[in-house]
């Protein structure tokens, strides 16, 4: 089987620093042969994903159903290592909600603030992104954005254009409820290989990917604990019934 990903930390200090803040970043740790086939993989999306436009919310585009478009994407849905890690944050009862392909080409806009719903009212049903930043991305190049401790408020209402429009409506005056310092806003960088896991609710953007880069190749995994119904669940009747090994009990919405 694959090796997916090298030897990393994830303790007590680790899931702490993750519930205070709302994401985590684990660079590097995904290995060369992984990244070399995520690579290929999120190569063949982008193609199917063309005719459709990398802006656009349409159903079932190859960029929102990455895994149902592409078998290497869907073996991973239950990889042995990225099981392990869904579950030591979320604990054993977990469920699969989305793979989504997130590449952005040269002169991408980036895109706007905003949060994602899940049982907004109620913190202990948790939902967890696991973005795979294959070539890793620079602040202002097509880089993530985040502020930490946003996602305490489980609001997933916000949106903003700018991050001048987040400073002066949702940002203004809000505190971080565990430290109660300011709210602010955070521009996060990736080497290549780089794990970032982010809660559902933490308030994120990106930032313009530059007119002459290369493609930002990045797919995320996401994993929940059932309980409510996710808006965010992009699968398919036949995909969810598909015989993939290791999806056991992980494919069905509750």
């Given at each position: 089987?694959?090796?997916?990903?090298?030897?990393?930390?994830?303790?007590?200090?680790?899931?702490?620093?993750?519930?205070?803040?709302?994401?985590?970043?684990?660079?590097?740790?995904?290995?060369?042969?992984?990244?070399?086939?995520l690579t290929e993989a999120l190569g063949r999306i982008a193609v199917l994903q063309?005719?459709?436009?990398?802006?656009?919310?349409?159903?079932?585009?190859?960029?929102?159903?990455?895994?149902?478009?592409?078998?290497?994407?869907?073996?991973?849905?239950?990889?042995?290592?990225?099981?392990?890690?869904?579950?030591?944050?979320?604990?054993?009862?977990?469920?699969?909600?989305?793979?989504?392909?997130?590449?952005?080409?040269?002169?991408?806009?980036?895109?706007?603030?905003?949060?994602?719903?899940?049982?907004?009212?109620?913190?202990?049903?948790?939902?967890?992104?696991?973005?795979?930043?294959?070539?890793?991305?620079?602040?202002?190049?097509?880089?993530?954005?985040?502020?930490?401790?946003?996602?305490?408020?489980r609001d997933s209402h916000v949106l903003a254009e700018t991050d001048e429009e987040?400073?002066?409506?949702?940002?203004?005056?809000?505190?971080?409820?565990?430290?109660?310092?300011?709210?602010?806003?955070?521009?996060?960088?990736?080497?290549?290989?780089?794990?970032?896991?982010?809660?559902?609710?933490?308030?994120?953007?990106?930032?313009?990917?530059?007119?002459?880069?290369?493609?930002?190749?990045?797919?995320?995994?996401?994993?929940?604990?059932?309980?409510?119904?996710?808006?965010?669940?992009?699968?398919?009747?036949?995909?969810?019934?598909?015989?993939?090994?290791?999806?056991?009990?992980?494919?069905?919405?509750?």
């Amino acid at each position: 089987m694959l090796k997916l990903l090298l030897p990393y930390v994830l303790g007590p200090r680790e899931k702490a620093e993750l519930d205070e803040r709302g994401h985590l970043a684990l660079p590097g740790i995904l290995t060369p042969q992984a990244c070399s086939l995520l690579t290929e993989a999120l190569g063949r999306i982008a193609v199917l994903q063309e005719p459709f436009g990398y802006g656009r919310t349409t159903e079932r585009t190859p960029g929102k159903y990455a895994a149902e478009y592409d078998a290497f994407l869907a073996s991973l849905i239950g990889h042995p290592q990225l099981l392990e890690l869904a579950r030591s944050v979320l604990g054993n009862e977990i469920r699969y909600d989305h793979c989504v392909a997130l590449n952005r080409l040269a002169a991408n806009p980036g895109l706007r603030w905003h949060a994602h719903e899940y049982a907004d009212d109620d913190p202990s049903l948790r939902f967890l992104r696991i973005f795979f930043y294959v070539n890793g991305f620079e602040p202002e190049d097509g880089g993530l954005k985040a502020v930490p401790g946003s996602h305490l408020f489980r609001d997933s209402h916000v949106l903003a254009e700018t991050d001048e429009e987040l400073q002066r409506t949702w940002l203004e005056g809000k505190r971080h409820p565990l430290t109660g310092e300011p709210l602010r806003i955070e521009r996060l960088s990736a080497p290549p290989a780089t794990v970032i896991l982010m809660w559902t609710h933490a308030l994120h953007g990106v930032t313009p990917r530059g007119p002459s880069s290369p493609t930002r190749w990045t797919v995320v995994y996401a994993y929940r604990n059932p309980g409510r119904p996710s808006r965010a669940r992009w699968i398919s009747e036949e995909f969810e019934h598909s015989p993939l090994p290791g999806t056991e009990g992980l494919m069905s919405l509750y």
